[in-house]
C-alpha cells in the first residue's frame, strides 16, 4: 500500500464492504441529527469532505439542508448518489487538499477520522486553509477525529471485529514518530480469501489540533468527547472538535446560518 492509500480504489473495494455496513449507516443518522443540535446549525449549505458512501451526506440532505459530497473515490460516491434516491446531493470527485468554494458554506464537516490521511503535514494545514476559504464568516467547522489521548491509554495491539456476514477484521494498530501517528496493519478474513492492507494516519492531542486551527485563522468553539456533548477527557473514544471561521462585519444585511452577517 503506497503513502496514497486513501486515493486507491481497491482499498474501499475490499475493506469498504467492512467498514460501511448498514449499522454503520444508521449510526451516522444518529451521529447526524447530534451533530446538528451541537453545533446549532438550522439548515444551510453544507460540505461533507471525505464524503465517502454518505453516512453523513444523505440524512443531512434529508433533513433538508444543501449538501455537496466530496471525495476522492468513484466507487464510494457512486455508492453515495445511489443512497441518495431522489435526493438532490453535489457529489464530486476532488481531493480535500485542492477543493474549496470561496464562501460557500455554513457548515464543513471532516468526519471519521478522514483529516488525517496525509503524510505531509503541510497537506493538514492546506486541507484548513481551503476550508476556511470555503466557510462563511461565521461558517463552523466538525472535525470528528481519536484522540491522543484515548489512543495513549486504551490502545490494544490486536483488535478483533467480527460483521454480520461473518467476516473478521484483524487490526494491528501501533503508534510512531513521537506519537504522531498511527500505523495500521489490518488483516480481512473473507471465506477462504484473506486480505492484507498497511495504512497511516496523523493523531493529535485536543491541545495540539486546537493549536493548528488557530494557525489557520479558525477559533476554536468547543471540543467534546462524543457527538452528544460529552466532555472530552482521557476515556473519551472521539475527539469531536468545533471551530468558526471568525465572523465579519456587513454592509448588505446577509447572514450566515449562525445569525452572523457576511458579505457575498
Known sequence: MSDNWYLEEDFWRTFGRFMF??????EGKRQ???????VGID????LDLGAGPGRHAVPLAAQGYTVTAVDTSHQLLSELMRRAGNLEIEALVADMREFHRERAFDLVLVMWTSFGYFEAESDHRRVLDRIFSSLRPGGRLVLDLVGLEYLC?????VHLTEDEEGRLLIERPLLT??????ENEWILVDGNTVHRTDFSHRVWSAGEISLLLNQAGLDLVAIHGGYDGEPYDLDAERLIVIAERPPEESGNGEKSAYGQDFED
Not at 447526524?32 to 451541537?38: D, F, G, K, N
Not at 491509554?153 to 495491539?157: A, D, E, K, T, Y
Open 21 to 26: 455496513n448498514e449499522a454503520s449507516f444508521a
Open 32 to 38: 447526524v441529527e447530534s451533530l446538528t443540535r451541537l
Open 43 to 46: 439548515g444551510g449549505q453544507v
Open 153 to 157: 491509554r486504551n490502545l490494544q495491539p
Open 177 to 182: 514518530d513521537d506519537l504522531t501517528r498511527l
